[in-house]
């Protein structure tokens, strides 16, 4: 079965960078495409960035030039550097895998900006 397991959230300040990571078991990893979503209580779950399997990205518009979605093959890792962090980017960051009509989750890591 898949894994994804999340890291790298915390509490930073307006202005402040992250890097989350999310390490990826179970499958062929280079196959598939990548993607960074982040929920806040009581909305749903959102697409902030993705990366294919030849690593072409997208992002979410009010994340654009601030985060960069990139991925590490060889750790079968992908990670998401955060950069320019505002108030509004608070939220559980989850990992997702598209496995064809199948996707996969990890369990979130929280990311709070704030004074």
């Known amino acids: 079965q898949v894994q994804l397991v999340e890291s790298g959230g915390g509490l930073v300040q307006p202005g402040g960078s992250l890097r989350l990571s999310c390490a990826a078991s179970?499958?062929?990893?280079?196959?598939?495409?990548m993607g960074w979503y982040r929920q806040v209580s009581g909305k749903q779950r959102e697409l902030v960035a993705d990366i294919t399997s030849d690593y072409k990205t997208n992002y979410e518009d009010s994340v654009k030039g601030r985060f960069t979605n990139s991925r590490d093959n060889a750790k079968s890792t992908v990670y998401l550097q955060m950069n320019s962090l505002k108030p509004e980017d608070t939220a559980v960051y989850y990992c997702n895998q598209a496995m064809g009509a199948m996707n996969h989750w990890g369990k979130g890591t929280l990311v709070t900006v704030s004074s």
């Open positions: 179970g499958s062929t990893f280079r196959f598939y495409t």
